[in-house]
């Protein structure tokens, strides 16, 4: 019996993950229905898809590398100058999981990431609309 993979492992490591942030941020960028998590960026967002990409490989069973390089993964605090409702929380899931459509994630892992990336965004929520 093998060992489940975890959800870096089914994206490809370092690298696929590396193509979903790169194409999350993509989707960010020209999605009509990005519009207000857009204007949250600057307009060179490759400071945040780097920490995003950190933050991720270790959250999705991959190194720790957003822990070693800040020793917190609090992403509270990072996000707390932002007006982050409703709409903004379904924008940015909106854009996640369009990338995860757009790399051709596994429905396996997509199905994996579901709800917990449901849980990650609505935990920054710090509003309602």
């Given at each position: 019996?093998?060992?489940q993979?975890?959800?870096?492992?089914l994206?490809?490591?370092?690298?696929?993950?590396?193509?979903l942030?790169?194409?999350?941020?993509?989707?960010?960028?020209s999605?009509s229905?990005a519009?207000?998590i857009?204007r949250?960026?600057?307009?060179?967002?490759?400071?945040?898809?780097?920490?995003?990409?950190?933050?991720?490989s270790?959250?999705?069973?991959?190194p720790?590398?957003?822990?070693e390089?800040?020793g917190t993964?609090?992403?509270?605090?990072?996000h707390?100058?932002?007006?982050?409702?409703?709409?903004?929380?379904?924008?940015?899931?909106?854009?996640?999981?369009?990338?995860?459509?757009d790399v051709?994630a596994?429905?396996?892992?997509k199905?994996?990431?579901?709800?917990?990336?449901?849980?990650?965004a609505?935990f920054l929520r710090?509003?309602?609309?």
């Amino acid at each position: 019996m093998s060992e489940q993979q975890t959800p870096y492992e089914l994206l490809g490591g370092a690298e696929g993950l590396r193509a979903l942030v790169d194409q999350f941020y993509t989707n960010v960028a020209s999605c009509s229905e990005a519009e207000d998590i857009r204007r949250m960026h600057k307009a060179d967002m490759s400071e945040v898809a780097q920490k995003l990409f950190e933050y991720l490989s270790g959250w999705l069973g991959g190194p720790g590398l957003y822990m070693e390089r800040y020793g917190t993964v609090c992403i509270t605090k990072p996000h707390a100058p932002f007006a982050i409702g409703v709409a903004a929380r379904d924008q940015w899931i909106f854009c996640f999981r369009k990338a995860l459509d757009d790399v051709g994630a596994s429905e396996e892992v997509k199905v994996m990431l579901h709800e917990p990336i449901h849980r990650i965004a609505d935990f920054l929520r710090n509003r309602e609309d």
